[in-house]
């Protein structure tokens, strides 16, 4: 079989050991991490002769092997308001996994905790090689906005300014960073993180196809009416800022007849839910098939979202490669998912606009518009680009900058007789 990732350091050299690091997974509830892991893992197996780690949160610690994927769970405590996210503290857990397969790649996803995990591995084991995914810009997302509103304008921009140096001494740490956009990559220059690559992601554009409209869709929902159906796909909680398209809806003109269906969980759900009473708003709650999520978006007319710091939005691409135009708000990556024709963006939190835009979408040409979207996806975004550029890019670049650092003696001796042993197995 003839593979196109060979990712090999020389010649005679073998398959390489791959893994991905992450606290940022859900089996149900899940966002783009969890829709990266998997499409990586069916790219890994179909394209390439490597085998793949991934270290996620679970209920328990559990290794299940299926031929070259291995899939390892670290027993982990939910998360407060997020019950279908889990937060890994029990970091040695995580080390003696990483040192029973000795990955040649380490791939970390999110911020907190384990890039450090990923580090102190490295210092065993200096020959290999780091990757970071600044996935998320969240000296602003998750410190910025929520400062704001807790402790005011000043405090916030302090709070910011101390996590854009933690971000910087992480990231400086790895071989290689790849952000989703050039803005985040800037904001990581800025602080003299340079090794770095801008990586697209992708969308399966034959399943998330306007082919899947089904119209007795909304029917199914219990909604009437004759206009537009909004949808919203992703996590109901205060970073996505969920609440302002509940305000949006109560916005819209009464003639325009619309409905909207929000598709998703979170620590916002009840709340939203007794706001939204009496409204023709559905909460469809997580949607784990990934067929029925692109039923539902293929069967709806118009994708609104609030979110202000988005990093790809891998949710809006899935939305357009479904024929649906975007409306949004302008700024995070949101321009470039959205640019001219494709949607129409506002201000961050101006409810009324984002009202204002979905009525005049509506009644303007917004099949044309859906269009466009569609062929936009199919023009820029794939998975298999997205990891044809990882695997053939970012990966060897990281492996050299790895093998000339072990080389000029940067780095630590190697230590043996971690235990490797102390995790139940199950073959599949």
């Known amino acids: 079989m003839l593979y196109e990732g060979e990712l090999k350091r020389g010649p005679g050299t073998g398959p390489l050991i791959l893994c991905d690091l992450t606290q940022s997974y859900a089996p149900s509830g899940g966002g783009g991490i969890s829709t990266y892991l998997r499409e990586k893992r069916d790219y890994v197996l179909t394209h390439t002769p490597h085998h793949l780690l991934q270290i996620v949160p ?3 610690d559990r290794i299940t092997v299926n031929g070259r994927h291995i899939f390892a769970e670290v027993g982990a405590k939910p998360v407060h308001g997020s019950p279908n996210y889990r937060f890994i503290l029990r970091t040695k857990v995580v080390r003696d996994i990483l040192a029973k397969y000795r990955p040649d790649v380490i791939e970390s996803l999110c911020p907190w905790v384990l890039p450090w995990t990923a580090i102190n591995h490295r210092k065993a084991f200096p020959e290999t090689a780091l990757v970071a995914g600044y996935r998320t810009d969240f000296p602003n997302a998750h410190v910025y906005r929520v400062g704001k509103e807790k402790f005011g304008e000043p405090v916030a ?4 300014w101390l996590i854009y140096g933690y971000a910087e001494i992480t990231y400086r740490e790895f071989d290689w960073v790849y952000t989703l956009s050039e803005d985040a ?5 800025a602080r003299k993180v340079t090794r770095t690559d801008v990586l697209p992601l992708g969308v399966d554009t034959s399943m998330f196809s306007p082919d899947k409209r089904d119209p007795v869709f909304r029917r199914e929902l219990g909604l009437g009416g004759t206009g537009p159906l909004l949808i919203y796909a992703g996590r109901i909680d205060n970073e996505k800022r969920a609440d302002r398209l509940i305000a949006m809806f109560k916005k819209l003109p009464a003639d325009l007849d619309a409905a909207m269906v929000m598709m998703g ?3 916002l759900m009840a709340r939203l839910q007794a706001e939204a009473k009496g409204l023709p708003i559905a909460f469809h709650g997580f949607e784990k098939d990934r067929a029925e999520l692109a039923r539902a978006l293929a069967s709806s007319d118009l994708y609104v979202s609030a979110m202000a710091d988005e990093t790809f939005g891998i949710s809006v691409i899935e939305a357009q490669a479904c024929g649906l135009p975007v409306v949004g708000v302008a700024s995070g ?3 470039d998912r959205v640019p001219a024709g494709l949607g129409l963006l506002g201000r961050v939190d101006d409810t009324t606009a984002m009202a204002a835009n979905v009525a ?3 009644r303007g040409d917004h099949r044309a518009v859906g269009a466009a979207a569609r062929a936009h996806v199919e023009a820029n975004f794939s998975w298999r680009r997205t990891f044809e550029n990882l695997f ?7 492996m050299m900058h790895a093998a000339a650092r072990a080389r000029s003696g940067r780095g630590w001796r190697y230590r043996s007789g971690m235990p490797t042993d102390s995790i139940p197995v199950a073959a599949e």
Do not use: C, H, T, V
């Not at 990559?185 to 220059?189: K, N």
């Not at 053939?392 to 990281?398: G, S, T």
């Open 157 to 160: 921009r302090a709070l910011r």
């Open 392 to 398: 053939n890019d970012i990966y060897p670049r990281a």
């Open 333 to 335: 990556a949101m321009p």
């Open 360 to 362: 005049q979408l509506w």
């Open 265 to 267: 969980d979170g620590k």
């Open 185 to 189: 990559r800037q904001a990581l220059a």
């Open 58 to 60: 679970g209920p328990e």
